[in-house]
């Protein structure tokens, strides 16, 4: 339920509402915005009597939310999150656009460092990497695990890059915590709800990846579980769905991401990687998803991708990533310059 003020109510208004909603056995959450005050009652699972409330001076209209998630909904949270992993980084704010890139899997310390100096050299900020991968098949390639975790913190400490990887288990949080920046949450585990609570309570910022076949109600609800444990730096990333098309590892929801911008005001990014899964669709779809209002792209890039350990065929080598990033420069300025 979401209560809304009068713009004349006063601060003991707020705080009757507020004690009402807690005699109530709920939780206020207090919801900022420029035109309005509203207050959020969180923690209750089904309908909310708003009788107690009736009479309360200074309350202009009460709204009860039926859908699955509240926290990262606009209703709850008008202006946009800009999630900040670090200094002089944002992701989600309108002046800039995000570039995370680098291989699928963390192979070697020679591989990361060629790569990530390669991508520091052309301005990118943000290097992807797994230690422990998700793989389909359990003969397929692991990831380094530990050993990938201490590569890529040496590579973090040699050239400045912030680190995105994933993690896997609720029990690893702590640990992967230790070296990465964001937090990367793989398709396959979106509803693992153990992980998205441990990860929740750890606040370091989350990137979420789309389930294989999610709707976008049960991807917004598994990044409410992280909301519900007061961590709101969560970035959402579309990494195409299964449908009948098997001509592209995935289908690349492109619609989503303006979607995701109405009604949630999380940041949302795509990687055009896992939603094609052909190197030469990389470029284009990244494009794509620019003016789609994407708040930014991951890319898988490796130094030798016919050698990759994983995902070879949708790696894009160093030069083909930087004929990408000038393209995104650009395409970037131009989006701004209509005011997309
Ligand atoms: C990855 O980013 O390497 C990965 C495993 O992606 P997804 O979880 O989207 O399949
Ligand atoms: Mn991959």
């Not at 807690?22 to 035109?35: D, F, H, Q, T």
């Not at 509203?38 to 200074?58: C, S, Y």
């Not at 896997?168 to 990465?180: G, L, Q, T």
């Not at 992280?226 to 098997?246: A, K, S």
Request: charged share 25%; with cysteine; glycine share 8%.
């Amino acid at each position: 339920m979401l209560i809304v003020m009068h713009h004349n109510a006063t601060e003991e208004d707020i705080q009757r509402v507020k004690e009402t909603i807690e005699k109530l056995g709920y939780r206020p959450v207090a919801i900022p915005g420029a035109e309005r005050t509203a207050i959020g009652v969180i923690g209750n699972q089904g309908w909310v009597d708003d009788t107690p409330f009736q009479d309360l001076p200074g309350i202009r209209e009460i709204i009860h939310v039926t859908k699955p998630y509240k926290l990262v909904s606009r209703d709850f949270h008008p202006d946009d999150t800009v999630v900040r992993p670090g200094e002089d980084i944002e992701i989600g704010s309108k002046g800039s656009f995000a570039v995370i890139a680098g291989p699928c899997a963390v192979e070697s310390a020679e591989q990361m460092s060629t790569v990530a100096k390669a991508l520091s050299s052309f301005g990118v900020k943000l290097l992807r990497g797994g230690a422990f991968k998700p793989r389909t098949s359990p003969h397929s390639f692991q990831g380094l695990r530990e050993e990938g975790l201490r590569i890529l913190n040496e590579v973090k400490k040699e050239t400045g890059m912030l680190i995105v990887t994933e993690v896997m288990s609720p029990e690893h949080v702590e640990r992967v915590a230790e070296v990465a920046d964001i937090l990367q949450i793989g398709a396959r585990n979106m509803q693992n709800y153990d992980l998205l609570v441990e990860v929740g309570k750890s606040g370091r910022p989350v990137l979420l990846k789309r389930g294989l076949a999610a709707t976008l109600d049960e991807w917004l609800s598994s990044a409410e579980y992280i909301l519900v444990q007061g961590n709101e730096n969560v970035i959402l990333c579309e990494r195409g769905i299964r449908t009948y098309e098997r001509a592209t590892r995935n289908t690349a929801d492109l619609s989503v991401i303006p979607l995701i911008k109405e009604i949630s005001h999380l940041p949302v990014i795509f990687d055009p990687s896992h939603a094609t899964g052909k190197r030469s669709l990389v470029r284009p779809m990244a494009l794509a998803s620019v003016m789609a209002g994407a708040d930014g792209v991951m890319v898988e890039v490796h130094p030798e991708p016919d050698r990759a350990l994983s995902d070879a065929a949708q790696s894009l080598d160093i030069e083909g990533f930087a004929k990408l990033y000038d393209s995104l420069v650009k395409l970037w300025k131009f989006r701004l310059s209509i005011g997309l």
